[in-house]
């Protein structure tokens, strides 16, 4: 069957045909409703700048839909709207009055990365450390800075156009894509999905341009960004990681990113989920892409819930991940790891079986031997 068009005012001032029915006085709840309406939309306004002036969400296409189209006081609302980025966060290194946790003093697992890092989140305690401030490229996990980026800058509910093709930079470039094409119109939220899970190049520079005009600004931006949360070794130069002359960060510079990251409830959503649906248009049509997290512990390692796998031949494989286990979270980072996923589980299950954090009962005691017989 063939899909209707889409028509922007259909169910908006239809009247019947004919003469107008007589006027009559208004009914007592009409009168109630246009009484206390202008309060309640000065209290919607309000709550929606103490927000941040982000949306209520992505505008998703239904089916043989088009994006709907905003209606005048739509509009207006949308101007109003601030770009300006958030205000700036407290230092992500700055503890929260936490004391470290104690170690037991059990050894560290043999690992295969170059270099990581697992710091403590309550105390940012650095728990281990092999080569943890050096430089190196980073990989994907750049996009955890272009992620956060677009969060400060941009509202979720935002409609995007690609102008990109999926196909060239897969074949030009090597890259991991989303499926995107020039014209596809996606929310900033479903892009953000296709950037974190199935980590695309084609969403970061969507993205990047949507929210800074042209990936230049969008970089200056994310270097903006390290320099607030005290990113001394990190300097970005791409935004989808790809290996770029001076572009690099080190395992505790991306621990701090990640803490930050985390702190956006949004942000913590999607890189926590295993797989999603994202949903936009192709040629005023619905457009499907199917997304699958590379994360590979998400739903296996009991506690990971994020955040970001990267690889190039320069860099290697980088993971940063965070886990919660009793009330307790760790930040680990990985880079030019061989055996990613064995090297993160073992790190995991290293962190939370050689602590005891303040105010957790104290480990048993081992079992006194029997006296000996007189």
Do not use: C
């Amino acid at each position: 069957m063939a899909q209707q068009p889409y028509d922007p005012f259909r169910g908006r001032n239809n009247r019947p045909i004919g003469p107008k029915p007589p006027r009559r006085g208004l009914p007592l709840p009409a009168l109630v409703m246009l009484a206390v309406t202008p309060a309640l939309i000065v209290s919607a306004f309000v709550f929606w700048q103490m927000r941040g002036g982000e949306g209520p969400g992505p505008s998703v296409a239904s089916a043989g839909t088009e994006f709907p189209v905003e209606s005048t006081a739509e509009a207006l609302v949308s101007s109003l709207a601030s770009a300006s980025p958030a205000a700036n966060p407290p230092d992500a290194a700055t503890p929260a009055n936490a004391a470290p946790p104690t170690t037991l003093g059990l050894p560290v697992p043999d690992l295969s990365a170059s270099a990581a890092v697992v710091v403590d989140d309550a105390s940012m305690e650095v728990l281990y450390d092999l080569d943890a401030y050096s430089p190196r490229a980073p990989a994907s996990v750049t996009k955890m800075a272009t992620a956060v980026v677009a969060m400060e800058h941009g509202r979720l509910d935002d409609i995007v156009t690609s102008t990109v093709h999926y196909w060239d930079l897969a074949y030009e470039g090597d890259s991991t894509t989303m499926g995107l094409v020039p014209g596809d119109k996606l929310t900033l939220r479903e892009l953000l999905y296709g950037l974190m899970l199935v980590s695309g190049n084609d969403a970061a520079k969507v993205i990047a341009e949507h929210v800074a005009g042209s990936e230049p600004a969008f970089v200056e931006k994310m270097n903006d960004l390290a320099e607030r949360l005290g990113m001394k070794d990190t300097h970005f130069v791409t935004v989808d990681g790809l290996s770029a002359p001076g572009h690099a960060s080190s395992p505790y510079d991306l621990v701090l990113l990640s803490r930050y990251l985390m702190r956006f409830p949004d942000l913590r959503e999607i890189v926590g989920t295993v797989e999603h649906t994202a949903k936009g248009t192709r040629d005023g049509q619905p457009a499907t892409y199917e997304l699958y997290n590379h994360n590979p512990l998400l739903g296996y390692t009991p506690g990971v819930d994020g955040i970001k796998t990267g690889y190039t031949e320069e860099a290697g494989r980088t993971f940063s991940l965070t886990a919660e286990r009793n009330g307790h979270r760790v930040y680990i980072v990985l880079m030019d790891s061989t055996l990613r996923a064995e090297d993160a589980i073992a790190l995991v299950d290293w962190a939370f079986a050689n602590h005891i954090w303040p105010g957790d009962l104290d480990p048993p005691s081992p079992t006194p031997a029997p006296p000996l017989p007189q």
